[in-house]
């Protein structure tokens, strides 16, 4: 464990939210409860993912890159023990013997079902046991406590984040699952009436701003510092690449025509087949798709869906652009050069809310381009923070100045060019676990997760005068 200076104020930085917990006088008590509020919304959303399948699918694997979802039950239940009981509650736990067993570290995914797992109502009944007791540490807790792990109630806040990324994974595992649809929703909101006027691309003009962030209280370890970054003028899609935009690029020959390609790129698509994004298949002279046990036409007005860094990255090039860097994204989606700082969101620093953002898997897809006109960046993008994740160019790396907190295993051993860096979170990602400077990584050959993209290009000098 490090000591990270999350208490500290960076002069970057002057909106009032991003004021310590410590120096928020009064606030402890409303932190304590969101953080109890977002630990039972993540539970809520756990139990819904698994109450919905019997046990025999519950240990099953529905895919070889997911765990089975009884084994991601018992291990949200298993970190929840180990950072919030144990660790920041200093009590001695319920079950240490599953800390093995329930280790992402110690087994890959495909293995995981030959451990000797909890049957589900096993599992059931050791996580609420474990949320008994971090209830009662949480009702103890003071977030003016200067140790680490318990200021500002970061580990109130890192757990839940923690099963809420769980329960995003797990409904990617819902998704690859075959058989009959088991989760239901309402559909998204239709595009606004001004959506089909809206300009194909936004200026963000060149200069420095704040990335990252040193006093959001539950931001993790890879989000920390704030630092000043440079970012020269550049133009961002207004709205993420859609459906209809990506089958103009299938049906140009996309996938035929190695000069859109990376050379690792082409080398992938060509071992693993590719010809449209995942869950994608012909019927005729159309597309359809499968959805949570659905089939149906492909919307052609929704951000693209299940692509990976490969495939986004040809497309970009197809269409003459390219894809954004981390920073641009960041810059895009907070930067605001009328206050002069950056906002916490793409709107401002007030807590996202259903007019403003497609999360929480409050809708089972994302929303079409467009939407959410509440939820604009200063820049005019749209649909920055929820419907799909969006790559970016960029390998995962630490901001200068990084410290990793409370494990290596968080961040740190990820960072290198294996991973690329994507940004905003989808439709199946909870609020606790988005904000502008929140940053996803993965394997640019992974589709099975809720990615899409949107492109950029260099502005002229002209342009940003
Ligand atoms: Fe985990």
Aim: proline share 9%; aromatic share 10%; hydrophobic share 35%.
């Amino acid at each position: 464990m490090t000591s990270q200076t999350r208490a500290e104020q960076s002069p970057t930085e002057q909106s009032p939210t991003e004021q310590t917990p410590v120096a928020r006088a009064g606030a402890e008590a409303t932190d304590l409860r969101l953080a109890r509020a977002a630990l039972e919304r993540a539970r809520r959303r756990t139990l819904a993912l698994t109450d919905c399948l019997d046990d025999e699918q519950l240990m099953a694997q529905h895919s070889k890159l997911m765990s089975p979802l009884g084994w991601d039950l018992a291990h949200i239940g298993n970190q929840e023990e180990l950072w919030l009981v144990r660790e920041a509650g200093g009590r001695a736990g319920l079950r240490p013997d599953l800390d093995r067993i329930y280790d992402a570290f110690v087994t890959p995914r495909a293995d995981r079902p030959a451990l000797p797992l909890l049957s589900p109502d096993e599992a059931q009944r050791y996580v609420a046991q474990v949320r008994e007791q971090a209830l009662e540490v949480l009702e103890g807790a003071d977030p003016a406590d200067p140790a680490p792990l318990l200021n500002g109630g970061f580990v109130f806040g890192m757990v839940a984040q923690h099963e809420q990324q769980h329960d995003e994974t797990m409904l990617a595992t819902h998704q690859l699952r075959r058989g009959e649809p088991v989760l239901h929703a309402p559909e998204p909101p239709a595009a606004p009436a001004d959506a089909a006027g809206l300009p194909r691309e936004v200026l963000v003009d060149g200069g420095e701003f704040t990335m990252g962030t040193s006093t959001d209280p539950w931001a993790l370890d890879n989000e920390r510092p704030a630092h000043r970054v440079h970012v020269p003028g550049f133009w961002l899609d207004t709205v993420p690449v859609t459906c209809g935009a990506y089958l103009e690029f299938i049906e140009d020959g996309g996938y035929r025509e190695p000069r859109w390609w990376s050379q690792e790129g082409w080398a992938y698509k060509e071992k693993a087949g590719l010809e449209a994004p995942l869950f994608w298949r012909r019927e005729g002279a159309s597309w359809v798709r499968r959805r949570f046990g659905h089939t149906e036409p492909i919307p052609v007005d929704q951000p693209v869906l299940h692509v990976c860094w490969y495939e986004a990255d040809a497309y970009a090039r197809w269409a003459g652009r390219r894809l954004p860097t981390e920073s641009e994204w960041e810059k895009a989606a907070r930067h605001d050069p009328a206050a002069g700082r950056s906002l916490r969101h793409p709107w401002g620093d007030d807590a996202p809310d259903d007019t403003r953002a497609n999360l929480g898997q409050r809708h089972l897809q994302p929303a079409p381009a467009g939407a959410y006109p509440a939820g604009a960046a200063p820049s005019g993008a749209r649909q920055l923070l929820g419907d799909v994740w969006e790559w970016t160019s960029s390998d995962f790396t630490p901001y200068p100045g990084f410290a990793a907190f409370p494990y290596r295993e968080y961040s740190e051993v990820f960072f290198g060019p294996d991973y690329k860096v994507l940004r905003g979170g989808s439709f199946g990602a909870d609020q606790v676990a988005v904000r502008g400077t929140f940053r996803n990584w993965d394997y640019p050959i992974r589709r099975q997760i809720f990615a899409g993209f949107r492109t950029a290009r260099d502005a002229s000098v002209a342009e940003v005068g």
